[in-house]
């Protein structure tokens, strides 16, 4: 039911930023976590920050915190992932997934079980 379209991902240099932005399709975006994971090739798919529906809480796998910011306009159903300072091991496909039960958990989910839908993705490259 609810479809996730990622963009802005491209082609950086170190040190440089870049934002990706998740639309959401639907009319309850405001009763969702939502997350961004990425996966890089050969790897497994790795959670890299999450967001609370009304966007008040937010948390970040470590090797982002200080570099990536989550933040969602819910009059937009849209989550952002502001990344600066990038790295090549940033290198990935980003994706995006909601988490429409998280009003029967008591924390941001970090877990792939815990999403129910998911984007399709876009790619991050930074090269060095």
């Known amino acids: 039911q609810v479809q996730l379209v990622e963009s802005g991902g491209g082609l950086v240099q170190a040190g440089g930023s870049l934002r990706l932005s998740c639309a959401a399709s639907g009319r309850t975006f405001s009763t969702y976590a939502m997350g961004w994971f990425r996966q890089a090739p050969g790897k497994e798919r790795e959670f890299v920050a999450a967001i609370s529906k009304s966007g008040g809480s937010t948390v970040y796998v470590d090797s982002v915190k200080g570099r990536f910011t989550i933040s969602r306009d819910n009059a937009k159903n849209t989550v952002y992932l502001q990344m600066n300072s990038l790295k090549p091991e940033d290198t990935a496909v980003y994706l995006c997934?909601?988490?429409?039960?998280?009003?029967?958990?008591?924390?941001?989910?970090?877990?792939?079980?815990?999403?129910?839908?998911w984007g399709q993705g876009t790619q991050v490259t930074v090269s060095s």
């Open positions: 997934a909601a988490d429409l039960f998280n009003g029967g958990r008591h924390y941001l989910p970090r877990n792939i079980d815990d999403y129910d839908y």
